[in-house]
């Protein structure tokens, strides 16, 4: 099979390839585009979005933690949403001169702590626990972090697969979908996905290092 075929026919060959959904953004840009002129047309700043998109990560990974568990069913919905006002801020900055050395940190920081927040109300859910939802969110903070380092050396800011960010964000939705059709009831075999996904990051860590001195190369 080729690696066309394959991509198209099991995503689960796509991650094994080293193939990242994150090729997709440039495709998505483009239906977001309307969007964003609306946008700028009414004064709406790269950074509002910035911050109003991790201030809803935050309150929608508390409510998880304290109502009950259909509430699960957010999570998808909100990670496509998430992806897309990444992609807007990111659009408003780059096509309207909205850069700047805040939005830089913004940009990066709210990421990271967005992902933790909603990584973590799994940890409430057996069989996933602290140990293995810990490890999800140390690794993913550290393949973003490798990525930025990318910049300090002199390469391009890296976004190599198999679990960038918005890799774990379609992960992440599945597991949400499964447990809210189960009622918050996983087999317990489920405990490997967490697992899984912390040693996928892993990779991710050891590839975004090796592209990065591939490109300086």
């Not at 960010?165 to 087999?187: H, M, Q």
């Amino acid at each position: 099979m080729n690696r066309a075929r394959c991509i198209a026919i099991d995503p689960t060959c796509a991650t094994l390839l080293g193939v990242t959904i994150y090729a997709l953004k440039s495709r998505f840009q483009g239906l977001l585009r309307p969007f964003v002129v609306m946008l700028e047309r009414i004064g709406i700043r790269a950074n509002h979005v910035t911050i109003a998109a991790c201030a809803i990560s935050i309150a929608i990974g508390f409510a998880l933690i304290v109502v009950p568990r259909a509430w699960f069913a957010l999570v998808p919905v909100w990670m496509f949403l998430r992806m897309a006002l990444n992609a807007v801020d990111g659009m408003l900055a780059r096509e309207f001169g909205q850069k700047s050395a805040l939005g830089g940190y913004l940009n990066e920081l709210t990421d990271v702590l967005s992902d933790a927040a909603l990584y973590l109300p799994f940890a409430f859910v057996a069989p996933f626990n602290w140990m293995s939802v810990g490890a999800v969110i140390f690794l993913s903070t550290l393949t973003e972090m490798t990525g930025v380092v990318s910049v300090m050396t002199g390469a391009s800011r890296r976004y190599d697969g198999p679990m960038g960010k918005s890799d774990r964000a379609f992960v992440f939705s599945l597991l949400a979908i499964w447990i809210t059709a189960t009622n918050g009831i996983l087999p317990v075999y489920c405990a490997v996905i967490m697992w899984s996904i912390a040693a996928l990051a892993a990779i991710t860590v050891v590839n975004r290092v090796r592209a990065g001195l591939r490109e300086l190369q």
